[in-house]
Each structure stands twice: as C-alpha cells, then as structure tokens.
C-alpha cells in the first residue's frame, strides 16, 4: 500500500507560482510512474503531467507545456510539479498519483492517489 500526501497548495495572483510535493510512504516509490491530475469543480478530472520511474520520461498537457515542470526525487521518495505563470484557469485540486504502468494521461491507471491540494489564482 502506497500513501501520497500533496502539499504546497495555495491562494497566488495570476503569473505567479506554487511548487507542489506529493512524499509517499514506501521506499519503493522509483517502482512507479507518477502523475498529477487536477480537478476543478463541475469539471472532470484531468491529466496535468506524468513523469516515468527514474524521472527520464516526462509528458503534459497542451495547457501547461512551457509553464509547469514535473520532476521527482527517488531518494527522498518525493515529486514535484513546478507551476509558473499561474492563470486564473488553473484553480483546481491537484492531485498526484502513482502507477505501476508506464507514465500515462488515464487516472484509471493509476494504482494510488493522494488526498489533493487546492490550488487557487486569483485574477
């Protein structure tokens, strides 16, 4: 059982910037793919980034390509998404998981997830 916490959510101005972390629980965290999704109400869950086990690999979406870094520490058992130039578009609940498949988009591969993180810009 793998259990991921998110932190580093916030309220920040538009441009501005957060960095999320999402620590897991077990040592084994470089077994899994990793990805954040985000959630915004009356909106479906979406892939935001996905990077593979040793941090190689990574991918995002078309509305964060060029503004958001995801990246990830197997020694500390940590990721991390960067978010710079923040719009107000991005307020959501981000939330990290982890996937014993190759990084991917569908949160039905996603094996564990943590409990969120609001994050909220403002215009």
């Known amino acids: 059982q793998v259990q991921l916490v998110e932190s580093g959510g916030g309220l920040v101005q538009a441009g501005g910037s957060l960095r999320l972390s999402c620590a897991a629980s077990?040592?084994?965290?470089?077994?899994?793919?990793m990805g954040w999704f985000r959630q915004a109400p009356g909106k479906e869950r979406e892939s935001v980034a996905a990077i593979s086990r040793s941090g190689g690999g990574t991918n995002y979406a078309d509305s964060v390509k060029g503004r958001f870094t995801v990246s990830r520490d197997n020694s500390k058992n940590t990721g991390y998404l960067q978010m710079n130039s923040l719009k107000p578009e991005d307020t959501a609940v981000y939330y990290c998981?982890?996937?014993?498949?190759?990084?991917?988009?569908?949160?039905?591969?996603?094996?564990?997830w943590g409990q969120g993180t609001q994050v909220t810009v403002s215009s």
């Open positions: 998981a982890a996937a014993l498949t190759a990084p991917n988009t569908i949160p039905n591969n996603y094996n564990y």
């Open positions: 077990v040592r084994t965290f470089s077994y899994y793919a």
